[in-house]
């Protein structure tokens, strides 16, 4: 009887997040008797999703974090991991341009099959910038094999290295919509007879959250109706409340944090905006369309993301008014669930494309005598 495949997983950590909630969906789904997922996080505490992990046979294992004062110390511990892990044949790196350092261990501890996956478009401004941009540049003399969630993302990290496209695929069931939950979570939500606006992303620099409360602000010049509602955390979400503080709007400004619900919460949103500075293929985009509703992204969104014609695309470049201008004009949208028999944005169809991947490359593996 062959031996299971176990992947190592690298994440920074499994919290609520798109990237995550991806993986988390063909973990679900992927055929887990041939096939089983282990996660290599980089924060010391536990997440949201490490009881369902542990529950579904997986092994969590926690790496310093990746910190530039945490090099020495990171690369000793992965030298160690490696030499007592040798079950790894496989390792799949999510974290973009940071994927250099862990999949660098595993080139140097003989791990053959290493494999980076593009999950943006650019990189994030923080002060590890200047290294991520490096070590961007170095990624595919690390990664023998390439995955990207989109076109755009893999070129970005890639340049003109081949790569494979892995949908970010979602349960499209749990998603569609459904007129009683919705007005059950506008009830539970007291939004009952507003025009409420959504967006669920982390507080940071990608997501774009202050040019968000711009844009609301003057729909509410607009629609005195109008209620936001925001999901998720992050570092900049202080100043987003102090902004929303400052400009009188804090009782039309929902703070929901992180949820288990979300797609109820789409049920009682009336529109889906996503201003982002950058993004891969939104997990957030595909669950918001699948759910029927309208949605208006930047232009910094690949248009990729859509598939169906409910969905505008809004240079950054423009007025926070002319983003108002266009989020109203569906304020009456006949919202209308989507078919997902032959979506390749649906887990039940995605996981398989997944599963052959990993299969075919151990077979190259066993073939060479290499696992």
């Known amino acids: 009887m062959r031996k299971m495949i176990r992947v190592l997983q690298c994440v920074n950590n499994m919290h609520r997040a798109g990237l995550e ?8 789904n992927i055929d887990r008797t041939k096939i089983q997922f282990d996660f290599l996080t980089h924060r010391p505490q536990r997440d949201d999703y490490d009881d369902e992990i542990e529950s579904l046979g997986g092994k969590i294992y926690r790496a310093p974090r990746l910190y530039p004062q945490n090099y020495p110390a990171y690369f000793s511990y992965m030298k160690k991991f490696f030499a007592s892990h040798p079950e790894y044949k496989i390792v799949h790196s999510h974290i973009d341009a940071m994927s250099y350092l862990p999949l660098l261990t595993a080139k140097r501890a003989g791990v053959p099959v290493r494999i980076a996956h593009s999950h943006n478009t650019s990189i ?82 990608q997501k774009n959250h202050k040019f968000l409360i711009k844009i609301f602000s003057e729909i509410l010049k607009r629609e005195k109706n109008a209620v936001l509602l925001l999901v998720g955390n992050g570092e900049k979400e202080d100043l987003i409340k102090r902004q929303v503080s400052e400009l009188g709007i804090s009782e039309q400004v929902l703070f929901l944090a992180n949820r288990s619900d979300v797609n109820e919460l789409y049920g009682a ?103």
């Open 21 to 28: 909630t991806m993986l988390m969906n063909y973990y679900r």
């Open 269 to 371: 949103m009336d529109v889906f905006v996503l201003p982002s500075h950058f993004e891969g293929i939104p997990v957030v985009g595909i669950e918001a369309q699948f759910s029927g509703l309208a949605c208006v992204f930047s232009d910094k969104v690949p248009n990729e993301v859509a598939f169906t014609d409910n969905c505008s695309f809004v240079s950054l470049d423009a007025s926070a008014g002319s983003w108002a201008e266009q989020i109203l004009s569906f304020k009456n949208f006949e919202r209308a669930s989507i078919d997902n028999s032959n979506s390749l944005y649906d887990i039940k169809n995605a996981h398989i494309i997944l599963e052959k991947y990993y299969t075919d490359l151990y077979e190259k593996l066993i073939a060479e005598g290499k696992a």
């Open 124 to 205: 994030d401004l923080d002060f590890k910038y200047p290294l991520k941009r490096y070590f961007r540049a170095q990624i595919n003399g690390v990664a023998n094999y390439r995955l990207a969630c989109g076109e755009r993302a893999g070129e970005f990290l890639f340049g003109g290295k081949d790569f494979s496209v892995i949908p970010n695929a979602i349960d499209t069931g749990k998603f569609c919509f459904n007129p009683e939950i919705s007005i059950a979570k506008k009830r539970e939500l007291n939004l009952e007879g507003k025009f409420v606006v959504g967006h669920i992303g982390r507080f940071s620099y």
